[in-house]
């Protein structure tokens, strides 16, 4: 009692202050042991004194953001229980523009605008004091000037802010007096103050080729002056002929008539007799330079026409241009990489030619090829990370120069594990581990082993680690651990009901089931996300027609919205077809999907025989495979979102799509029937027939009667 009471006049000296503790804590009498201590200075000291002298529930804690979580100090807290941060994230209409933007800054009347408000308001306060300085130096010639007359003018020759900055530099040069002074955008204000009779004492116009005054009179009017972007010619200067150096090139020539007649073969200009351009250079044909260009003409190497490059010294088309560039880094001599010159000579010769042509491509493949990096994947790892070195690697497995390591990204990530627990303290630390050994790494080595899409299925693994991580660490902040976790720690946490958050529940009920966590404490429900809105049926027919019609769309694009939209396929299972799910049984094309098989259509039975067909032309898609849907990587099938992203780009949106089927198929169709054709489980088929209002209850007596 000596202690507390020492703590409480050590916080409160004063009366007033033991007063407002004392009227504090009768209105929360909970906020030594749960909090904010911050609301009050005398509280708030009260709380760390306590802490210090060895309470164990007791410790200075600042407010929560409602937005993020975080705990900030009272004074930095804004209105609505947000921090000053979330607060200045937070969208808001402009008193300035009127537009939902960040706020930025304060003007001068203590608004607070957006970004682009701020910085318009100081480029116009910049051009205004710009604007005044080039007027004060042009009074300062001209003392019987109207200012507003100059500032006008000023204002039509300057357009921007840029271009006031210039001129105002260009003034600061003036005592230097450089040859051809004043430059360009200089001269256009004096001609511009002169022609308008603003102002006539001003410095003289200079040519900046011959120095000399640009016409008889330093102050005329523009007509014997040409003045463009930084450069003032007289009139004499600007009708030099480029090719003799006479002054007597008409306006509109490029030389002049005398030059033009002396040229053996003079350059006529009209309309190409191809494109139908006018005011050409035409040659002996008629046509154009591009025109010209676009004839075939035949390859130095195969005599075949076409549209030829350079390579060496010859004129040669793009095969055999990509054959030569080939044969300089992969001599068909048999070596360690002679599996990948075949798959690079019959991909898209002008895209490949471009990937060689990088030099880290070609130094990394002459490098393999002469044994100066070891064919492996360890000598690979050691190389710079980055995509060009995966690619190489997936071609080198493809080719089957480099053998397959399908677990090398599972056990990269585990050799990264103690890196990121090292946050945590030994117990946690220990308990992570253990579930990461026993439930997480071992479902991701058998889907690699498997030769399953691993790029979501890690990225998920890692985003779960990562939010256990945050939730033992907000715990450790305040003093437990995972085995004295509390029912309002696990509340808290999840009182945030974002699918983020919801990550570490089924870690947590790992932890409950081995006793790492007190088996008293009760989990909320999984997360619910928002249902998927069904696409309106005259939609999703309207789709299927054109799928059916437009022969425009990839054949790989048309059949994959088709099992989507027609046969409520999700995204996942149609990358993972194979030529093994298609059957051709006499004029028949039969596709299982699940136990029993289905009968495709026209046009889309013609299309399916045509798959795989790929979407590109590079090296990786010069592999052989039974993916239906191949993918960027040989041997590898498309991933379902970038599936997804290619539906998209047609204007059809795969969940509301599929679900717009399963509600129409489940009214027309009995559940066991949907369940065995669609691959659906038995569940699925009934929840989704109970949704759509289907009653099959008296389905099997019907059938036997």
Known sequence: ??????????????????????AYLAEHPDALSNGPTSDIAPLHRLAGLLAEAGARRIAPRHPVCARCGRHERRHKRADGGTCANCRSQEKRPCPACGKVRRPYALDADGRTLCQMCIRGRRRQSEAAELTDRIADWVLARNPDTDRAAIIAVIDAVAPNLEYLRRVAAELGQEKRQPPGWPPGATANLIAALVSTGAAANVPALICHDCLQHAGPNPHISLNPVTISPGVVRCDACTRNCPACGRSSRLPGENICGRCRTDRARPRVRGTCAGCGTCDQ?????????????????????????????????????????????????????????????????????????????????????????????ALTHTALDQLPAGRDVEHLRHLLVGAGALPPDPLRRVNDWAAQLPQILVVLDQADSRTVRS???????????????????????????????????????????????????????????????????????????????????????????????????????????????????????????????????????????????????????????????????????????????????????????????????????????????????????????????????????????????????????????????????????NYVSDRQS
């Not at 990948?340 to 990088?358: G, N, Q, S, V, Y």
């Not at 437990?480 to 870690?507: K, V």
């Not at 939209?565 to 051709?584: C, G, M, N």
């Open 281 to 373: 250079r035409l040659g002996d044909a008629g046509t154009c330079r591009r025109c010209r260009s676009l004839v075939l003409k035949s390859c130095d190497d195969c005599g075949e026409p076409a549209h030829r490059t350079r390579s060496d010294d010859a004129w040669v088309c793009q095969r055999c241009a990509l054959r030569r560039d080939v044969d300089k880094l992969l001599p068909d001599d048999g070596g360690p990489l002679a599996a990948l010159r075949e798959p690079i000579l019959a991909a898209k010769p002008k895209t490949t030619r471009m990937w060689l042509a990088f030099p880290h491509v070609a130094e990394r493949i002459s490098a393999l090829r002469d044994g100066q990096i």
């Open 1 to 22: 009692m000596d202690v507390i009471n020492a703590a409480v006049r050590t916080a409160a000296p004063l009366k007033r202050h033991a007063s407002m503790l004392a």
């Open 435 to 697: 579930w990461l050994n026993w439930k997480v790494l071992p479902r991701l080595r058998r889907r690699a082993e498997a030769g399953q899409h691993m790029g979501s299925s890690l990225g998920n693994a890692r985003q779960d680690l990562r939010e256990v991580v945050a939730f033992l660490s907000g715990l450790a902040a305040t003093g437990r651990s995972l085995a004295t976790c509390r029912q309002d720690d696990l509340d808290n946490w999840f009182g945030e009901r974002t699918a983020q958050r919801y990550r570490i529940r089924p870690f947590l009920s790992w932890a409950k089931r081995r006793r790492h966590l007190p088996r008293t404490l009760s989990m909320p429900p999984k997360y619910r996300g928002t249902p998927t809105t069904p696409t309106d049926p005259e939609s999703r027919w309207t789709t299927a027609r054109r799928l059916v019609d437009d022969d425009s769309i990839h054949p790989a694009d048309r059949i994959a919205a088709a099992l989507v939209v027609l046969y409520a396929q999700p995204l996942a299972r149609v990358t993972a077809l194979t030529l093994d799910h298609i059957r051709k049984d006499g004029q028949a094309i039969m596709l299982r999907l699940g136990k029993d098989e289905l009968e495709l259509p026209e046009p889309f039975a013609s299309l399916i025989v045509q798959l795989p067909c790929p979407l590109r032309d590079g090296p990786s898609m010069q592999f052989p495979g039974r993916w239906l849907f191949p993918g960027a990587r040989p041997g590898r099938p498309m991933g379902p979102i970038p599936l997804a992203n290619r539906l998209v780009a047609l204007d059809i949106q795969p969940r509301p799509m599929r679900a717009s089927a399963l509600r129409q198929l489940s009214t027309e169709l009995p559940p066991a029937i949907v369940a065995s054709v669609l691959g659906l489980r038995p569940s699925t088929a009934v929840r989704w027939a109970g949704e759509a209002g289907g009653n099959w209850t």
